[in-house]
Structure formats: C-alpha cells, structure tokens
C-alpha cells in the first residue's frame, strides 16, 4: 500500500508560481511511475506530468515548458514546480502513484486558483 499527501496549492495570480509537493509512505519501493493529474472545474481528469524510476519526465502539451516534475533526494516527494500560471490552470491537482504490480494510488487533491 502507498499513501500520498499532496501540499502547496493556493491562489496565485496570473503569470505567479506555485509549487506542489507530494509525499509518498508505505511501500515506496514499489513505486514505478509517478505523476500529477488536474481537474477543472466541470471538466474531467487530465494528465499534467509523469516521472518514471529512471527519472524520465513526460509533460502534457498545455504545461510544456512551463511546469516541472521532479523527485526529492529520498525520493519519497514528487514535486511539480508550476511556472508562468494562467486562469486555464485552476484545477484541482492529484498525485498519483502506480506501482510494479500496477495498482493506482491517488492524494486527496490540492486546488489551484489562477485569476486573472
């Protein structure tokens, strides 16, 4: 079992920076891939950015160059540093995990709030 805790959510204006952190307890080890999703609001669950045990990072085309995934030196806290904000990025924002045997473990969620 993995439990996450995502932090760092807020509200910013337009053009600001957030960071969110995400740590990881239980069975760390076992953990494969690890990303953030988003949710706006009235819409569905989308991917922002995954980072595989190899450190590869994958970004959706709507954050490329403007946010960043990356690991703590433990290794138990994602965290997505949030650059150059806008109002399209409000959302809810989950942690993810998935492990070697390809179970899913999500956070509670963190909101998001960029104005205009």
């Known amino acids: 079992q993995v439990q996450l805790v995502e932090s760092g959510g807020g509200l910013v204006q337009a053009g600001g920076s957030l960071r969110l952190s995400c740590a990881a307890s239980?069975?760390?080890?076992?953990?494969?891939?690890r990303g953030w999703y988003r949710q706006p609001p009235g819409k569905q669950r989308e991917l922002v950015a995954l980072?595989?045990?190899?450190?590869?990072?994958n970004y959706a085309d709507s954050v490329k160059g403007r946010f960043t995934i990356s690991r703590g030196n433990a290794k138990t806290t994602v965290y997505l540093q949030m650059n150059s904000l806008k109002p399209e990025d409000t959302a809810v924002y989950y942690c993810?995990?998935?492990?070697?045997?390809?179970?899913?473990?999500w956070g509670q969620g963190t909101q998001v709030t960029v104005s205009s």
């Open positions: 993810k995990s998935i492990d070697l045997s390809y179970r899913a473990y």
């Open positions: 239980g069975s760390i080890s076992s953990i494969s891939i």
């Open positions: 980072i595989a045990r190899d450190g590869t990072a």
